[in-house]
């Protein structure tokens, strides 16, 4: 970026900053969800499942905390932990449908995640080809973590979908209760505009399609109905959550913000 | 009967009511009010140029979740590259009663060794 | 010599020689009870154990130390599992030993039943706990039964990290702040004596310790291993620069161990009986979430029956020697 301004420069690392946290959050708050489930799963082999996918959007969560950190000119954000910790609600950068609860529904779980691995897979095959060196790496790795994520989400909604009566009603529910929260993963911003034209972003309009054939073709096999659009609600990007999020982060930070400074 | 590999024979009937009363399978079922998932017997390739090794079972309702269940569970420190699953009902095994005429005649077949042979000195092998 | 006799002196022989029982053996039914009840105890442990643990996943105060216990609890799940199907060998169903469990008819570790009260037991449980587990463990790696014992040898390597994460956090702690040093102290204190009572009642009262040393299903007494646990930590204490709540506490140079004070067993029979801090919690939630589960079990099981035609694509073409890959193995990592 030689011939670059420096002031366009600035500009370029905040994008990325920005755009990395936003990515870092998704994965950050899902794996919180998913670590909630620890000793609560339906069956002991799900256990070890739920904590797999956690653990890898953990890991995804602190490579892209590392690298916001390296990024951010805040001298308060330091390291992954100040900006998991130290960060308000208003600053987190998650998307909606990650910090929507588990309300202990196994089937809610799943059908978050297989809307969200739907996304993150294309998201992380175009992002692995990214401009970024440190979002590619992380993407390369991540791809095929959420290949797996995917198919083993797709593969619990077919059964409960197809199952009992019991769970088709109840997996029908979730998939309607969740799919308002699906419109905000898809769209663009100017942020979105400036690091796509540079080949660093991917721009989420290209992913809907996929995300759109992935996810159409698991409802159909599950035997639910595809839901048509409906209301949008907030704007996670823009750091307007959803209510769920407070609570989580107040449980998450209390013992972190107890010892300011401590090490662990 | 089940003639799995890592199972009883048989049954064996049981006098601890803390096993055989309280904890029948008919009353568990009743309890769950449906079948319990199929015991899968699982096998692990450790890595190329090695056979797959038994290592354990698990339960699944179908063979696709075991060995998604199998990866997570036998696998999550690199300790494979490669799974089966069997369902365990699937096989058949030797029995005990059998082990004489099963395995002794093999054992005066010592020519079967290498060690059986002598090699003069400084030959390699 | 009539048939049973004639079993009876080859299974003899067999532990004799310190040779594996495996499952199709023929074995006397007291050896084969006393195993179901203690591998299911152990199994109901390790899950039952992921919840004082469970509790501060969400809570852990930095990335790092949330994925490690992630991945600690996980392993216990993973433990649990690999125990049940031990137990499973031996003629009883997963269904039915977590049935006992909920009935409270099984019994589990009494040391679950105590809380988690702050950061520092995630310390305390990976030091105290899980190094008396593993002192307990180690030997059944070489227990009579084959099932058992390779079940143990797993879990004996996977928990080796789980005893010195333990170690670090406190070693952590009581270097950092104050707050942090008196957090870990509070901890040790609290943990301690449950911790010697891991090992089981005095050799003394011991009902099952003769019977299960000659079946070589144990190889120690509990006050060896507890003698043994003792003699490891005085000095780790000091490491960590914390006490152990015991005054009596002192070098013996003439037995060449640590002597330590009086435990109070009357509160471990207290929890075993039931009445300790959190035996109700726990069984609770384990139940709830055995419940609230069924009907993700059942509907796996109807979609399951649905499709069991060929139930495997590999069924009518099993796996053969020259045919590796029966399923799709690019999933399997």
């Known amino acids: 970026m030689t011939g670059t301004p420096p002031d366009a420069r600035a500009q370029r690392t905040a994008d990325v900053h920005e755009y990395t946290l936003r990515l870092a959050d998704d994965s950050l708050i899902l794996s919180h969800r998913l670590a909630e489930w620890a000793a609560h799963a339906p069956q002991l082999e799900e256990d070890l499942a739920l904590t797999n996918i956690g653990l890898d959007l953990l890991g995804q969560a602190r490579a892209l905390l590392t690298y916001a950190a390296e990024l951010g000119d805040d001298q308060k954000y330091r390291d992954e932990d100040d900006l998991a910790y130290l960060r308000s609600e208003q600053e987190f950068r998650c998307c909606l449908l990650v910090q929507q609860p588990n309300d202990d529904d196994f089937g809610l779980t799943m059908v978050r995640q297989l809307f969200f691995s739907a996304y993150q897979v294309p998201l992380f095959e175009r992002l692995s080809g990214s401009k ?133 | 009967m089940s003639t799995s590999a890592d199972w009883p024979a048989r049954r064996q009937g049981s006098e601890d009511p803390s096993v055989a009363d309280e904890g029948d399978d008919a009353q568990a079922r009743r309890d769950r009010g449906a079948e319990p998932w199929a015991l899968f017997e699982v096998f692990v390739r450790a890595r190329r140029g090695l056979s797959h090794n038994h290592v354990g079972s698990l339960h699944a309702p179908d063979p696709t979740m075991a060995l998604q269940n199998a990866r997570d569970l036998y696998t999550r420190r690199q300790e494979g590259v490669s799974i089966w699953v069997v369902r365990s009902t699937d096989i058949t095994a030797s029995s005990p009663d059998e082990k004489d005429a099963f395995f002794e005649p093999a054992a005066d077949k010592i020519y079967r060794h290498p060690t059986f042979y002598d090699v003069p000195d400084g030959v390699q092998m | 010599m009539d048939a049973e006799a004639d079993l009876q002196q080859h299974f003899d022989e067999l532990i004799e020689a310190d040779v594996r029982i495996e499952p199709r053996d023929w074995m006397p039914e007291a050896y084969r009870k006393t195993l179901i009840r203690q591998i299911a105890q152990h199994a109901h442990s390790e899950i039952i154990g992921m919840q004082p643990e469970g509790n501060w996943i969400t809570r852990a105060p930095s990335l790092r130390r949330k994925a490690i216990l992630m991945a600690k609890v996980q392993d216990e799940a993973g433990h649990g599992q690999y125990l049940y199907s031990a137990a499973e060998t031996l003629g009883i169903s997963r269904e039915q030993m977590l049935h006992l469990l909920h009935a409270g008819k099984h019994k589990y570790s009494s040391i679950f039943n105590y809380p988690t009260l702050s950061w520092a037991d995630m310390g305390s449980i990976g030091w105290l706990v899980d190094g008396a587990a593993i002192m307990n463990q180690v030997p059944l790696c070489r227990c009579s039964y084959g099932p058992y014992a390779r079940a143990m040898i797993r879990v004996c390597k996977e928990e080796s990290f789980h005893q010195r994460q333990g170690y670090e956090i406190l ?32 050799d003394s009262e011991s009902s099952h310790t003769e019977q299960s040393m000659a079946w070589k299903i144990k190889r120690h007494t509990n006050d060896e291993l507890r003698q043994k646990f003792v003699d490891m930590c005085v000095q780790q204490a000091e490491v960590l620069g914390l006490t152990l709540p015991d005054p009596d506490l002192a070098w013996n140079e003439e037995r060449g161990h640590y002597d330590f004070g009086e435990i109070d067993w009357d509160e471990l029979y ?64």
């Not at chain 1, 159909?220 to 990007?237: C, D, I, Q, S």
């Not at chain 3, 070693?171 to 911790?195: C, F, I, N």
């Open chain 1, 132 to 264: 970024d060196a440190t979002l590619a790496a992380v993407a390369a790795k991540g791809v095929k973590e959420a290949r797996y994520h995917l198919e083993h989400a797709s593969g619990w909604v077919i059964r409960l979908g197809d199952g009992t009566e019991e769970s088709h009603r109840r997996v029908q529910e979730s998939v309607d209760r969740l799919w308002p929260y699906v419109g905000e993963l898809f769209e663009s911003d100017e942020l979105l505009q400036r690091l796509g034209a540079v080949g660093i972003a991917a721009e989420p309009a290209a992913l809907h399609q996929v995300w759109d054939d992935a996810v159409t073709r698991v409802l159909t096999e599950a035997t639910l109905t595809v839901p048509t659009a409906v209301f949008k609600p907030g704007t996670g990007r823009a750091g307007r959550h959803s209510e769920a999020l407070g609570f989580l982060l107040a449980e998450m930070q209390y013992l972190h913000r107890l010892h300011p400074g401590a090490r662990w």
């Open chain 3, 171 to 202: 070693y952590t702690l009581s270097h950092g702040t104050p707050e942090q040093k008196a957090m870990a102290q509070e901890s040790v204190d609290r943990w301690w004596w449950p911790s010697l009572m891991m090992f089981g009642p005095p």
């Open chain 3, 270 to 333: 207290r929890v075993i009986k039931g009445n300790g801090p959190c035996n109700k919690q726990r069984l609770d939630l384990r139940v709830a979430a055995h419940d609230n589960g069924r009907w993700v079990r059942e509907a796996a099981s109807a979609y399951a029956a649905k499709r069991d035609k060929p139930a495997t694509p590999d069924r009518d073409n099993p796996a053969t020697p020259g045919r590796d890959n029966p399923a799709t193995p690019e999933r399997v990592a």
